[in-house]
């Protein structure tokens, strides 16, 4: 895919102090003005409430021309709790979901998995359609050109994406078990995978490559972030479960100032990020952690930003060299 055709999305989290909530509009804005193809928000993660993330997306929804999706789990919920759940996000608008199974607390007793009535990702997705089914079984599609009365009936869809996991899913014995996984997931209606974050990107390619000779047929985002800090590194290795990429880590450690550390880690996701594209990944979804500054000016630096990006960045357009893709 050529650079400039790419597309492009972001994951937020909702804030979890009144300063981040305060600070979280312009950010949508900024992210918003470079018109991606859904910011995606997350739900459950981080103990963060149902309300939380509806409030976020329909921020998104309301003030934004941009698509929503939200992210849904429904682990330790009943059946009624979570179809509940669902159509609560149908009402406010939600027409995107990325249907995740979730984690169940750590400290249960002897006995109980605290999964819930919902087991697998695959049955949320079912469920999500099915509610969705329910909800609204046919619209009404005027035809042009044919009397005012002549409709079509047409079920409205929704686009349902699940988690994939180039490096595997922790709790996954081989590779061939997320692909499976994957195709469970798709078998009940998923339309979209978008991967844990991983660091290089022979990791997507193989998978990707793996997950469509498997007979995955629908698009798998890459999910990537720019790491501007050793902090900001060991948190996401922690999330991920993924294995240290040492050439980074040393780079950000010896690096003595904040600003070096920031142009590394975006210079290190921009190079990932053309890798992927080169490598024939259907677009970037980025990982945002609620700051838009570092991911345009990944975008930027890679090329994909519309006419204007660069006066969404705070850094000049540097397009990524040859030598930095080779
Ligand atoms: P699944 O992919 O269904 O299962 C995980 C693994 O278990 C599979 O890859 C496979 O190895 C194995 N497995 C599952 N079903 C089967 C089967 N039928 N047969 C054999 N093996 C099987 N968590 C949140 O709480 N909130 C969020 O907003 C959130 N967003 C996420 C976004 C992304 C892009 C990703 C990658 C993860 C996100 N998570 C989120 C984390 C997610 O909840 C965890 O990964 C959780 O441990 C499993 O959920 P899953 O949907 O990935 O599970």
């Known amino acids: 895919m050529s650079c400039t055709d790419a597309r492009y999305s972001f994951e937020l989290y909702p804030p979890r102090t009144e300063r981040a909530a305060a600070a979280l509009p312009a950010t949508i804005d900024r992210l ?13 993660a981080g103990g963060s409430s149902r309300t939380a993330s509806l409030d976020v997306l ?16 429904c682990v330790g919920s009943s059946h009624e709790e979570a179809h509940r759940l669902i159509r609560e996000f149908l009402d406010a608008g939600i027409r995107r ?19 819930g009535d919902i087991r697998t990702t695959a049955e949320l997705v079912q469920l999500i359609h099915r509610v969705q089914a329910e909800r609204a079984p046919y619209g009404e599609l005027s035809v042009p050109g044919l009397p005012a009365q002549a409709v079509l009936q047409h079920r409205e869809h929704v686009q349902i994406a699940v988690a994939a996991f180039p490096n595997g899913h922790p709790s996954s014995h081989s590779i061939s078990q ?31 490559q793996r997950a469509a000779e498997a007979g995955v047929t629908f698009p798998i985002l890459p999910g990537i972030m720019p790491v501007t800090s050793p902090a900001r ?8 479960g993924e294995d240290l990429p040492s050439d980074l880590a040393i780079e950000l450690e010896v690096e003595p100032t904040d600003e070096g550390r920031r142009e590394i ?7 990932l990020g053309r890798r992927l594209l080169d490598g024939g990944a259907p677009g970037l979804h980025l990982y945002t952690f609620n700051q838009h500054e570092a991911v345009l ?6 090329g994909v930003l519309p006419e204007g990006g660069a006066e969404h960045t705070h ?3 540097k397009p990524a060299t040859e030598k930095e893709t080779a």
């Open 32 to 44: 918003a003005a470079v018109h991606p193809d859904f910011i995606s928000v997350t739900y459950g």
């Open 58 to 73: 329909r921020y998104i929804i309301e003030r934004t021309d941009v698509s929503a999706m939200a992210h849904l789990t």
């Open 97 to 115: 979901f990325l249907a995740v199974r979730g984690d169940p607390p750590a400290d249960l007793p002897a006995g109980e998995d605290g999964i």
């Open 178 to 208: 997320d692909i499976d996984a994957l195709l469970a997931k798709q078998a009940a209606g998923a339309n979209l995978g978008i991967t844990q974050l991983f660091f290089h990107a022979e990791d997507y390619l193989h998978f990707a």
């Open 233 to 240: 590194l060991k948190r996401m290795l922690e999330l991920s």
């Open 265 to 271: 880690g975006i210079d290190w996701a921009a190079r």
């Open 297 to 302: 000016s990944m975008l930027d630096r890679i």
């Open 315 to 317: 850094t000049p357009k």
